[in-house]
């Protein structure tokens, strides 16, 4: 009765404010009211957390194919590699860019275009394996809104031409070939065909956020095993050394480190057994 009589003596947006507060005041009973099913999600993801202490890289990676195995997807998972580098990209030079080649590839295939109006150059480009070969022509099917492939390689002389016809397609995609983006430019017939054979056994994109030093970095599918990424990880430590910039800060270069499954929780790594200038580097523990 006292509500019908509340409701007959507020107007419409009085009668809104006062329902707000209602709603507010009574919040903490009607989360004490809630069925313990509703918070069971919140548990289970707790529960995946990881450890927080960094483990040695040989025993991290075991845990990551151990949560994979435990629960199995419809897809492979990707193991992916997520590291604190002691750099600023905000500052001029700082920035870490590069490309590695992985040497048991990244699990997928690549469809890879090459441009060029050299016929030798083409030539080599079909013989190692480019799925779409072409010169001008090529670049006026892309500036009409071509892009059924995953990675776009050119010789040095074809790069204004794209970059006047193509790069508004391209460039949103981070596949137009230029000298800034690393691994897509060619200067000779030979180097053409050597780019097209890095991106078909699998090749990886070292490259950190804009605004901080984090990177990440894919080296393979929990189907490959312990021993393959190992090894694809050993290759992207050692290009993140060589991609270190000259004007990054005295110091320890790793900061931090994890790996992870696609649909995994992350494991801290220890980043002594990460790091080549380490005597710890990919050794496994004693214990």
């Known amino acids: 009765v006292a509500s019908l009589c509340w409701r007959n003596s507020c107007s419409p947006p009085h009668r809104a404010a006062t329902m707000l507060l209602l709603r507010r005041a009574t919040r903490p009973l009607r989360q004490l009211s809630r069925p313990a099913s509703a918070t069971r999600p919140l548990r289970q993801h707790l529960c ?3 450890s927080t202490t960094p483990q040695p890289i040989h025993d991290a990676l075991r845990q990551v194919l151990d949560n994979g195995t435990k629960k199995r997807r419809k897809f492979d998972e990707s193991v992916d590699l997520d590291v604190t580098l002691n750099v600023d990209p905000r500052k001029p030079l700082q920035a870490v860019r590069g490309v590695v080649s992985l040497p048991h590839g990244v699990g997928r295939s690549v469809v890879v275009a090459a441009v060029s109006d050299d016929p030798a150059a083409q030539s080599a480009a079909t013989a190692a394996g480019a799925d779409v070969v072409g010169g001008e022509d090529l670049v006026d099917r892309v500036a009409d809104g071509y892009l059924e492939f ?10 204004p031409l794209l970059k006047r ?38 090749r990886v994109k070292l490259r950190t956020e804009p605004k901080r030093g984090v990177l990440h970095a894919p080296f393979g599918r929990l189907s490959f095993g312990e021993d393959k990424l190992l090894a694809n990880l050993r290759s992207v430590m050692l290009a993140l050394v060589a991609a270190k910039p000259e004007k990054a800060p005295k110091g320890k270069y790793f900061l931090a480190a994890s790996l992870s499954s696609t649909m995994g929780p992350g494991v801290p790594v220890d980043v ?16």
């Open 165 to 202: 016809k193509a790069a508004r397609v391209l460039g949103p995609k981070g596949l137009l070939p230029a000298a800034k983006n690393e691994g897509t430019l060619a200067d000779d017939a030979d180097g053409l065909g050597s780019l097209v054979k890095e991106l078909k056994k699998g």
């Open 150 to 159: 995953d990675a776009c390689v050119a010789t040095a002389d074809m790069a």
């Open 48 to 50: 995946r957390a990881a």
């Open 272 to 287: 002594d057994s990460l790091d080549p200038a380490s005597p710890r580097f990919f050794r496994e523990s004693e214990s």
